[in-house]
């Protein structure tokens, strides 16, 4: 869900030269979003994280994207 918002914020920032790095968390993923983000130098795929390493990635993160179209 949004992913595709997620990857075209990431595309957005890419060709803007923002330094800003997304690490995308958990899955299922589309193959078509996965073959875009993979061009990106932006986007960093982690999958699914467990409970430690999650509030790790939250914890050392400057913003949550969390674009749900649905919640």
């Given at each position: 869900?949004?992913?595709?918002?997620?990857?075209?914020?990431?595309?957005?920032?890419?060709?803007?030269?923002?330094?800003?790095?997304?690490?995308?968390?958990?899955?299922?993923?589309?193959?078509?979003?996965?073959?875009?983000?993979?061009?990106?130098?932006?986007v960093r795929r982690a999958g699914f994280l467990n409970d430690?390493?999650?509030?790790?990635?939250?914890?050392?993160?400057?913003?949550?994207?969390f674009p749900s179209r649905y919640e």
């Amino acid at each position: 869900k949004g992913g595709d918002l997620v990857v075209a914020v990431a595309e957005h920032l890419a060709a803007a030269g923002a330094a800003t790095e997304i690490l995308s968390i958990g899955g299922p993923d589309d193959p078509d979003l996965v073959a875009r983000a993979a061009r990106l130098p932006n986007v960093r795929r982690a999958g699914f994280l467990n409970d430690d390493a999650l509030a790790d990635a939250l914890a050392s993160a400057s913003a949550l994207l969390f674009p749900s179209r649905y919640e």
